[in-house]
């Protein structure tokens, strides 16, 4: 596993982005409990399989964890045997983590070469749309609303509507303001970000 950003910082939060290895289906018994041998027989997609894999794989390297990964009803993850709050995302051929000892945490990794100018309008905004005016910048614009979505744990949300980001601009690494609009009120968040290779990565912790 190629470890591409590992970061811990001072408040015990910790963000993880790996390349996932080549040909990896299952891995060694030890990362995982009957539950998760259980869930892997019913995954039955060799990409989801894969991605399970890499995720446990790198939760060990970042952590020490060697315990199952465990889902809530909504498909939220969670560790049993640990009390940091965790956040995961998958894209071709890449694992993301984000962590946190206490707080909630939501992250998001995508190609930035990946076109989103047919869908942009269905997650931005019309002045959000104005101030994207680059795949780069529409691609960081999708990725921090997911890494807000994740962390609002709310479903049925309308990312035009109920997400907005503030202007910004593609650097190596940066942040976005966001706000988020939900059921039961608005909540703000600074969503961080890094640029590596053709990656996007956003998260954040609330």
């Known amino acids: 596993m190629l470890l591409l950003l590992h970061q811990i910082h001072a408040d015990g939060s910790c963000v993880a982005v790996a390349a996932m290895p080549d040909g990896e289906s ?9 539950q998760e041998a259980q869930e892997y027989r019913q995954l039955g997609n ?50 993301a983590l984000a962590l946190h000892p206490c707080r909630e945490a939501g992250i998001d990794v995508e190609s930035m070469l990946r076109s989103m100018a047919k869908v942009a309008p269905r997650y931005l ?21 997911e890494a807000v979505y994740k962390l609002a744990g709310e479903e049925g949300v309308d990312f035009a509507a109920q997400i907005r980001l503030s202007r910004f601009d593609v650097s190596h690494e940066g942040s976005i303001a ?17 640029v590596i290779g053709e990656l996007a990565v956003c998260y954040a912790f609330a």
């Open 26 to 34: 299952v891995p060694p018994a030890k990362f995982y409990s009957a």
């Open 46 to 95: 060799a990409r989801r399989i894969r991605e399970r894999a890499a995720t446990l794989r790198l939760l060990h390297r970042t952590l020490g964890v060697e315990d199952a990964l465990h889902h809530y009803p909504n498909g939220k993850p969670y560790l049993l045997a640990h009390s940091h709050r965790i956040s995961i995302s998958h894209t071709r051929g890449y694992v």
């Open 178 to 194: 966001a706000r988020f609009a939900g059921k039961s009120g608005g909540a703000a968040f600074t969503i961080r970000y890094r």
């Open 125 to 145: 905004s019309a002045e959000e749309l104005a101030g994207c005016a680059t795949q780069e910048q529409q691609c960081l614009a999708w990725c921090a609303k």
